[in-house]
């Protein structure tokens, strides 16, 4: 299993970023699916995530900004970031994981065993 992203960058607060996460050697389409941050000097937090059925989680900071969605026939988990702001700035992680996972559990970094490399976001004031 290997997950790749991209689609990082800089933009000015109120700008859009889509990220992509290539996965390798499985179906996204069955496997929870979740992006991650982590800020310096902060512990990696779960931004949103993706039910094999297709249910999404979002961490309240994002609601309503970011999309998470997958191409199961491209394999590629995105997710779009609109009206981005300063405090969004981090490395952003993609994550796989085959075990099924409660309300609470999907955001959770502690219960994906496979993650990308990052990609940074900087969003600037």
């Known amino acids: 299993v290997q997950l790749v992203e991209s689609g990082g960058g800089s933009v000015q607060a109120g700008g859009s970023l889509r990220l992509s996460c290539a996965a390798y050697g499985y179906g996204i389409s069955w496997y929870w699916m979740g992006w991650f941050r982590q800020a310096p000097g902060k512990e990696r937090e779960g931004v949103a995530a993706?039910?094999?059925?297709?249910?999404?989680t979002y961490a309240d900071s994002v609601k309503g900004r970011f999309t998470i969605s997958k191409d199961m026939a491209k394999n590629i988990l995105y997710l779009q970031m609109n009206s981005l702001k300063p405090e969004d700035t981090a490395m952003y992680y993609c994550?796989?994981?085959?075990?099924?996972?409660?309300?609470?559990?999907?955001?959770?970094?502690?219960?994906?065993?496979?993650w990308g490399q990052g990609t940074q976001v900087t969003v600037s004031s």
């Open positions: 994550a796989a994981d085959p075990n099924r996972k409660t309300s609470i559990q999907v955001l959770g970094a502690g219960y994906y065993n496979y």
């Open positions: 993706l039910d094999i059925d297709g249910s999404t």
